[in-house]
C-alpha cells in the first residue's frame, strides 16, 4: 500500500476490528479504531469455541476454519507476547453426541474425528444423558476464553502497538472521491460532535451492525442468549457440542453455556423466558447433573450471519474499504486467519512470500462480497 499520511481506519471495535488492528500495527501501519460501544461486540457475547470440525462445517468455510486453527496457536502467542497477558486458550478437544450411531457416522465432518460408542462417550463425558448413545471426538478443536481473556489481550496488544482508540464514535456515512474511492468517514463522537475524518483506507468490521453502513452487504442479526454455571471442580474436561446447545468449561469451572440462534429477534436485546427455558432443556439434555449448578451469568448478542453463513473478506463494492465481517457462528475461530487474510491483501509487502500469497489468495476469492451479486 502506498504511504498515506491518514491512518487505516478500523470500523468496529469487536473482534475483527482488534485481530485486524493488531496485524496491521505489527506491520508497521498507523491505525485508529472506531467503536460505537464495546460491550456489543459479539466477540463478547461467544463462547469461544475453536471448532471448525465439531460445527459440522464443509467446503470452502471448513477449509478457512482449519487454516484458521493452524494458525491459533501462534496467533495467540503473538498477542501474549504484545499484551503480556494470557488469552485463555484451551486445546481441550470437544465431542459431539449423538442419538445413534448412524447419525454419527452421517456428520459432515466424522473423518476427522474419533467414533465413540456409548461408553466411550460416557468415560470423555461423565454423566452426559440417556439419550446420547454415539459420539465423536474432535481433540483438535478447542475454546479460548474470548470473553474474559482474550478481548481484552487483544485490546491491550493493540495499544501497546500504538493503535488509536475511539471508543463511543458512532460512524453513519463512508464519503467517496469523484472516482469513488473511499475519502473520508462521517461520524459522532461519543461528545455528540459530528466529524468528517479523511481516509484512504478503512476496514469494516461491524459485525451485525455492518449492513447499516453499507447496504449492499446481505449481513443480518442472528440473536444468541447464553448463560454460565458454576461448576464443581473438574466436573467436565471437554466441550460438549449438542444439537442446539453446548457446554464450554473453562480452566476455572466456569461452565459457559450457549446458544438459541433467533434469526426472527432482529436486533431486540434482552434475554427471553423462551430462549432461557431452551438453554435450561438442552443441559437437562445433555448434562442432568449441570441443571443444579448455581448460575451466574446470563446475556445475548448478535451474530453477524450471511445468506451462506460465510464471512465476507477482502475488497469491497467501496474501493479503499475492505470487508472483515459476517462470521456468523465462528468469528473466534476465524479471527486468526481473517487478520491474517486482511493484512496480506491490505499490505502485501509485509506479508508472506508469492506461494502463500497465492494460497490466501484463492481463500479471499471464495469469502468475496460479490458471491451474493445478482441473487434475489
Ligand atoms: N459458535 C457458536 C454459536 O454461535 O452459538
Redo the contacts with the bound molecule.
Keep these: 500500500m502506498a504511504a498515506s499520511p491518514d491512518p487505516i481506519l478500523i470500523l468496529g471495535g469487536g473482534l475483527m476490528g482488534l485481530a485486524v488492528a493488531h496485524q496491521l500495527a505489527r506491520r508497521g501501519h498507523s491505525v485508529l479504531l472506531l467503536s460505537r460501544r464495546r460491550s456489543e461486540a459479539a466477540g463478547f457475547v461467544?463462547?469461544g469455541?475453536l471448532?471448525p470440525h465439531a460445527?459440522g462445517l464443509s467446503g470452502p468455510l471448513l477449509q478457512l476454519g482449519q487454516a484458521s486453527l493452524k494458525r491459533i496457536p501462534h496467533w495467540v502467542a503473538q498477542i501474549e507476547a504484545d499484551s503480556g497477558l494470557s488469552c485463555g486458550l484451551r486445546p481441550c478437544g470437544i465431542v459431539v453426541p449423538f442419538e445413534t450411531p448412524e447419525q454419527r457416522d452421517q456428520f459432515p465432518t466424522a473423518p476427522w474425528g474419533l467414533s465413540l460408542d456409548r461408553l466411550e462417550l460416557e468415560r470423555e463425558v461423565p454423566g452426559i444423558g440417556d439419550a446420547w448413545r454415539a459420539g465423536l471426538l474432535f481433540s483438535q478443536d478447542g475454546q479460548i476464553d474470548n470473553r474474559r481473556q482474550l478481548m481484552r489481550a487483544l485490546e491491550r496488544a493493540c495499544v501497546q502497538l500504538g493503535v488509536q482508540f475511539q471508543e463511543g464514535s458512532e460512524v453513519q456515512e463512508l464519503l467517496q472521491d469523484a472516482s469513488g474511492h473511499l475519502k473520508a468517514v462521517r461520524l459522532v463522537s461519543a461528545e455528540g460532535e459530528t466529524l468528517t475524518m479523511a481516509c484512504q483506507s478503512a476496514v469494516l468490521a461491524g459485525g451485525a451492525w455492518s449492513a447499516q453502513l453499507l447496504p449492499e452487504l446481505p449481513v443480518f442479526p442472528?440473536k444468541?442468549q447464553?448463560l454460565s454455571l458454576q461448576a464443581p471442580k473438574g466436573a467436565l474436561e471437554r466441550v460438549v457440542f449438542g444439537p442446539g446447545t453446548?457446554l464450554v468449561p473453562r480452566e476455572d469451572g466456569l461452565l459457559v453455556v450457549?446458544?438459541t440462534?433467533e434469526p426472527e429477534a432482529g436486533f431486540d436485546e434482552g434475554l427471553t423466558p423462551a430462549g432461557q427455558r431452551t438453554l435450561q432443556e438442552g443441559i437437562a439434555s445433555l448434562l442432568p447433573a449441570a441443571n443444579s449448578w448455581p448460575p451466574m451469568e446470563r446475556w445475548w448478542g448478535f451474530?453477524p450471519c450471511t445468506p451462506d453463513e460465510g464471512p465476507l473478506l477482502g475488497t469491497s463494492p467501496v474501493p479503499g474499504l475492505w470487508l472483515a465481517t459476517g462470521h456468523?457462528?465462528?468469528?473466534?475461530?476465524l479471527a486468526a486467519i481473517t487478520a491474517e487474510l486482511l493484512c496480506l491483501q491490505i499490505s502485501p509487502e509485509t506479508g508472506g512470500g508469492k506461494e502463500t500469497n497465492n494460497a490466501e489468495g484463492t481463500l479471499l476469492e471464495q469469502f468475496h462480497w460479490s458471491r451474493f451479486q445478482g441473487r434475489a
Excluded at 456468523?328 to 475461530?333: A, D, F, I, P, S
Design positions: 461467544a463462547a469455541m471448532a460445527e442472528v444468541g447464553m453446548y450457549g446458544a440462534s451474530r456468523h457462528r465462528n468469528g473466534v475461530l
